[in-house]
């Protein structure tokens, strides 16, 4: 392998090569658009065995004034794969990446729907004959993601043991075709999903299954009933053709806003079925599980505060015992 070559090439070969025939789509387009706007206008020119700590920390504090701490993560750790194959290949000496000091990525705040404003927007969407109505409903009592709904079919159904089969994301991403020759065109990709634990089996309840059932009962009444054929999308309107998720995203800020509740994102309605069921007593591992998370420790991280009034009567409870005696 040559030797003496520049990042630009190194990161086209190496993307080619090693990256994108072994990740997602969704990846691969992320990788493509960080190394074409962001690497190589700052750096590409720059030969590899040139490249030293301070270069690539004047890069990375550079892109931390203009990107967020998440995306500056993301273009570190994709470096540091390219770089690790570098210098496997005796392109560069040491792999500086893993030196660099980027910004600590926080979590934002999340949204939650209180009880008062849960009640609202099931009562608006209770209200309509609106087939997106249901992918919202959905995903407040499943807590699946909006991909996974939009990528529903009723054959991931199980009626008879009252199961959702999650197996597949939809998402609308940019072609690398395009991305390379400068254009933007976009297209629909079902693939699966976020992670290998995302592909699950989430039991239904008998008043879930009677909502599925009016929702067929009602797209048959306006489709026909070719639109519940095992293979037709569940959240749609319109024969062989799915809502995409911004679709859904958009009609849902006008239930939230018809229903008069603040502001939320889409994913409050999963942040909301994950405290919802901690509230109930659901355990962690539990809901980590039909949450679909890679690993305990993502839900614990991210719903632990929810608990806060349950420690806090469980801590009166043993100080009135431990002062009793």
């Not at 699966?192 to 995302?198: D, M």
């Not at 889409?266 to 591992?285: I, M, P, Y």
């Not at 839900?299 to 349950?310: F, G, I, Q, S, W």
């Amino acid at each position: 392998m040559e030797k003496k070559i520049t990042l630009n090439d190194w990161l086209k070969k190496w993307f080619s090569l090693y990256s994108k025939p072994n990740v997602k789509h969704s990846t691969a387009v992320s990788y493509e658009c960080y190394i074409r706007k962001h690497i190589i206008p700052e750096i590409g020119n720059v030969y590899m065995d040139n490249i030293d700590l301070d270069t690539l920390q004047n890069f990375f504090n550079t892109k931390s004034q203009e990107l967020s701490p998440k995306s500056v993560s993301n273009i570190r750790m994709m470096m540091h794969a390219a770089f690790k194959i570098a210098n496997l290949n005796d392109i560069v000496s040491k792999n500086y990446i893993e030196y660099v000091t980027i910004p600590k990525v926080t979590r934002k705040e999340m949204r939650v729907f209180s009880r008062v404003e849960q009640s609202k927007l099931m009562i608006t969407i209770a209200n309509t004959d609106e087939p997106f109505a249901f992918g919202i409903f959905l995903c407040l009592t499943t807590g699946i993601r909006i991909g996974e709904a939009c990528a529903l079919t009723w054959n991931d159904i199980d009626f008879i043991n009252n199961k959702l089969k999650i197996r597949r994301t939809l998402q609308r991403l940019m072609t690398l075709e395009s991305n390379s020759s400068g254009g933007s065109k976009t297209q629909i990709y079902i693939g699966t999903p976020k992670s290998a634990a995302s592909i699950r089996d989430i039991p239904l309840s008998d008043d879930i299954i009677t909502a599925f059932n009016k929702h067929k009962e009602n797209m048959i009444r306006q489709f026909g009933s070719n639109i519940i054929s095992p293979n037709e999308y569940i959240i749609t309107h319109k024969t062989g053709s799915p809502c995409e998720p911004k679709t859904l995203q958009e009609y849902f800020k006008k239930v939230v806003a018809h229903s008069g509740i603040p502001k939320a994102n889409f994913h409050a309605l999963r942040h909301t079925f994950a405290t919802r069921a901690l509230e109930a007593g659901v355990d962690f591992k539990t809901l980590s599980v039909i949450l679909g998370h890679s690993d305990i420790s993502v839900t614990m991280n991210r719903y632990a505060h929810v608990l806060e009034d349950t420690r806090r009567k469980a801590m009166d409870n043993i100080t009135s015992v431990i002062l009793s005696l």
